[in-house]
């Protein structure tokens, strides 16, 4: 089945640590997009990637980095730098468009990231 | 900037008593509306994709509908199974590989058998 995969499911992080947030799809989409979701707000673009070896900032880009060496995979690392990390993380992907239609995007499951 | 409000915040039904969503929208030029559907703890499942005023889109007890200024979704006899957080999405016309959404902080409905 296609589909997209984040993993782990639940990490922690301690003090000064970067940690990785793995994100992989088998849906052949150009696209994909790293979104942070936090409890009554909606899902914030943190970076995204429309073909490999690019990507842009988002809306809440500091403290975080990515890398797109390979189509089907997009890690997120969340560096020290980010003060408050403690939230939801959502992986996303996306054809552009068919026939000049636009596409939705598809979600991953999530990974839930907390302080120690 | 794009804004996307969502109301109500939260939303208690009695199983078959039939309500709607609403989301409203500021966009420049809209080039989609996207309703998505949230249960706790995993990713948003997409439902529905609107893209101009008039349009309509049916799934089961779901009903989507679009205006130039905001959707609503309509949830006709609804089930415990539909209680979830329903979050609308927008997506506006910029440069042509610009496909950014905007979310809305979503709506939670909860339905009692």
């Known amino acids: 089945d296609g589909g997209i995969t984040q993993s782990p499911k639940y990490l922690f992080r301690k003090e000064g640590q970067n940690v990785t947030l793995s994100c992989e799809q088998n849906?052949?989409?150009?696209?994909m997009y790293w979104y942070r979701q936090d409890p009554g707000q909606g899902l914030r673009l943190i970076y995204y990637?429309?073909?490999?070896?690019?990507?842009q900032k988002g809306d809440i880009a500091e403290g975080y980095s990515v890398s797109r060496e390979k189509k089907e995979s997009f890690p997120l690392t969340v560096t020290s730098a980010q003060k408050n990390p403690t939230a939801f993380y959502l992986c996303?992907?996306?054809?552009?468009?068919?026939?000049?239609?636009?596409?939705?995007?598809?979600f991953g499951d999530g990974t839930r990231l907390s302080i120690l | 900037e794009d804004q996307v409000t969502q109301s109500p915040e939260a939303l208690r039904l009695q199983e078959g008593e039939s309500s709607s969503l609403n989301c409203s929208y500021t966009?420049?030029?809209?080039?989609?509306l996207f309703w998505y559907r949230q249960d706790p703890g995993k990713g948003p499942e997409f439902l529905f994709t609107?893209?101009?005023a008039g349009e309509e889109k049916e799934k089961e007890r779901l009903k989507a509908t679009l205006t130039k200024k905001e959707s609503f979704l309509h949830i006709t006899a609804p089930k415990p199974e539909d209680s979830a957080t329903y979050l609308c999405?927008?997506?506006?016309?910029?440069?042509?590989?610009?496909?950014?959404?905007?979310f809305g902080a979503g709506t939670t409905v909860t339905v009692r058998a």
């Open positions: 996303a992907s996306s054809i552009f468009v068919i026939r000049g239609v636009s596409q939705p995007q598809h």
């Open positions: 849906l052949n989409h150009d696209a």
């Open positions: 990637s429309q073909i490999v070896n690019d990507f």
């Open positions: 966009v420049s030029g809209l080039r989609g």
């Open positions: 609107l893209y101009s």
């Open positions: 999405a927008v997506q506006a016309k910029r440069a042509s590989n610009d496909y950014k959404l905007s």
